[in-house]
């Protein structure tokens, strides 16, 4: 079209199907080899070319032709130019000679029968709208949900654009772009605004909105996306919704409240049109199976290896079945393989253990690419990649929010762990976002983070924040400095909506397994050292979590508690308990320990308080679900809630 070489699709059909780039403007035409001779110009061609541009969608196209546009008609190619069927087609046909179909199941548990996902899924499709209108897919991080959902717009674009009879055209929406009250609008804000909803119901046909992600919506509310966005008014009454979600996310939150839709029909005005599944996770087959297929790495294993390795190590092929764990598995397995436990040895491998394994590869993958880019080595850059990844990720914990949105200015900035000088650029982001720092631009390179377009950011998956997160708490515990330990202990209940469950047991496996892979790495200075930590070393772990929980009593006695004091503390306790922590021994070598201690919003399920002296403690919202209270003080205990 211009001499210069364009991103660019085609829409399905033989040859003369026009071709356009990635925002809809028409680059070319594709045209078969054999009609490329020396007569390629003939009329035959051209009016071959010419029946094609006429028939196709995109309002350019008819523009270009002289020829009257069509807003209605214009609204679903404008839609299918933006769905990532087309957009990320090499991407998508990357994901699918890599997939491996996961199962469901219709309640959570090992035990219960299992289903080919798809065919669920289809089968909801198919199903009527009037008792059926929305599907709840639940799995675990890294279960294969947002795979499935790419996949699945690709297939029902596919089903669209062959004709068939009732196929609904999807609307793929991810939700970590909007929190709890943008997510309100969301449909339109993915459509294009009010104008396009209005061409696109004017269709006349059913639509398929897929919300992925909905644990990842930030501002800790949950809006019901279905009356929010008002989706049983003007849309084809064959219209759907899919609605992706961690199951902790929803766990203890009675969600039929407000993820159901309501009836239009009069006296069904409360009528449950909900299907809930489960993503199940992998079989030791389906694990194989992915194994076998071709990987993309530097240096192909072969699949006896990883069978073996499996086999000769205890509960890792049951810590590795989804598929996001698998690709983890997978691109470490060199380094894991080097840290193998012994096979007598008590030692087990953790996800937190996995994710450090894979964040070691990466870190080494991006410092040669930089040391290669610049011809020169460049001093401390791994822990400066770590510095900068925790860091971040540690700031939008804070923030409650999942992604950046960051526009460059003129501005002079240095990289620092916590704080920017708020004289400069006031774009809390400047910090791990200014180009104007060689070091924080080369920071940033270590980092796994993705773009969502133009000035949006994310960490490539929610589970690189959350493994972040635990490990800055981690490291806060090794410090001796207390008041550090409380800042940042104490900077976000990890309970409270949007709760961030996956934190609590990437800290609770570390204290639950003793010293985890026998070695514990940290970066200190310009060295890399390593220390292996008997069990004592994790008992002061503990012991300093309880000293946060002690310091919410003594505080308490004296004045006002502090909010980040009371918050330090109700987590410190939930990540105890999680590390199945028993408190009744505690109470027995000390029995006033737990008296006045102020813990509100804690987890305490399965908690062992048999025995334990809460007078005047502050359990309020606390989760005590089959919690051990036999012989337990509770005079004065706040149980509010």
């Keep these: 079209k211009d001499g210069f070489y364009h991103d660019a699709f085609t829409l399905p059909g033989s040859s003369g199907s026009p071709m356009f780039s990635a925002n809809g403007q028409l680059i070319g035409m594709h045209v078969r080899k054999s009609a490329l001779g020396k007569r390629a110009v003939s009329c035959g061609v051209l009016e071959m070319v010419y029946r094609s541009l006429k028939a196709a969608g995109p309002s350019e196209v008819r523009s270009l032709l002289g020829l009257a546009a069509n807003p209605i008609l214009d609204a679903e190619d404008v839609l299918r130019s933006k769905s990532a069927a087309f957009s990320e087609r090499l991407e998508l046909e990357q994901l699918e000679s890599f997939y491996v179909e996961p199962d469901c199941q219709a309640r959570r548990d090992s035990g ?36 499935f959902t790419l996949l699945l717009e690709k297939w029902l674009w596919k089903n669209v654009n062959e004709k068939k009879h009732g196929a609904l055209l999807p609307v793929r929406v991810e939700m970590r772009r909007f929190n709890s009250e943008t997510a309100k609008h969301c449909v339109a804000e993915v459509l294009g605004g009010e104008e396009q909803v209005l061409r696109l119901q004017a269709l006349k046909k059913p639509f398929l909105f897929i919300f992925d992600g909905y644990d990842e919506l930030a501002g800790g509310r949950f809006p019901n996306l279905w009356e929010a966005n008002e989706l049983g008014k003007g849309w084809h009454e064959g219209t ?44 030791s087959d389906q694990i194989m199976s992915y194994l076998r297929r071709p990987q993309e790495q530097d240096v192909a294993v072969a699949p006896e290896l990883y069978e073996t390795f499996l086999t000769s190590t205890p509960g890792l092929k049951e810590l590795i079945n989804t598929p996001f764990l698998l690709k983890i598995f997978v691109d470490s397995f060199s380094l894991l393989k080097s840290k193998q436990p012994a096979a007598q040895s008590s030692i087990r491998f953790t996800r937190g253990d996995l994710y450090q394994a894979f964040m070691e590869e990466w870190y080494c993958k991006e410092e040669k690419k930089l040391v290669a880019s610049m011809g020169k080595s460049i001093p401390k850059l791994k822990e400066t990649f770590v510095e900068f990844s925790q860091s971040l990720a540690f700031e939008l914990f804070k923030e409650m929010v999942n992604q950046i949105v960051y526009q460059e200015v003129a501005e002079r900035m240095r990289f620092g762990r916590y704080k920017n000088d708020p004289t400069t650029d006031p774009n809390p982001w400047s910090e791990w976002f200014s180009n104007s720092d060689i070091k924080v631009t080369r920071a940033r390179r270590g980092c796994p983070l993705r773009s969502l377009g133009g000035i949006t950011f994310s960490f490539v998956h929610q589970s690189f924040l959350e493994y972040f997160v635990a490990e800055e708490l981690w490291q806060a515990l090794q410090q001796e400095k207390d008041v550090e330990l409380v800042e940042i202990w104490g900077a976000r209940c990890l309970t409270k909506d949007p709760k961030m469950p996956a934190v609590i047991s990437f800290v609770a496996d570390k204290l639950l397994n003793g010293f985890t892979m026998e070695v514990h790495k940290r970066f200190v200075g310009s060295q890399v050292w390593t220390d292996s930590f008997g069990q004592s070393y994790f008992d002061d772990m503990r ?26 503390a109700s987590n410190a306790i939930t990540v105890l308990n999680k590390s199945y922590c028993r408190f009744s021994v505690k109470a027995l070598e000390d029995p006033t320990f737990f008296r006045g201690v102020q813990v509100p919003h804690a987890d305490l399920s399965m908690a062992q308080l048999w025995g334990v002296d809460l007078t005047d403690a502050d359990l309020s919202y606390c989760l005590l679900a089959c919690v051990k209270l036999s012989g337990a003080k509770l005079s004065g205990c706040n149980m509010a809630g």
């Excluded at 065919?119 to 795979?147: I, N, P, W, Y």
């Design 112 to 147: 219960a029968a299992r289903t080919p996902l798809k065919e669920v899924v289809f089968r909801f499709l198919d199903a009527d709208q009037k008792t059926q209108r929305l599907l709840l897919l639940q799995g675990d991080a890294g279960s294969g949900k947002s795979s």
């Design 240 to 283: 759907k919704a899919i609605i992706t979600c961690r199951p902790e996310y929803l766990a203890g939150q009675d969600y039929m409240a407000f993820l159901v839709p309501k009836s239009s029909i009069p006296g069904k005005e409360n009528s449950i049109h909900l299907v809930e599944w489960f993503v199940a996770s992998f079989t």
């Design 543 to 568: 012991e300093k979590l309880l000293r946060l929980m002690e310091r919410s009593k003594r505080n308490h006695m004296i004045g006002p508690l502090p909010e980040t004091m009371q918050v330090a």
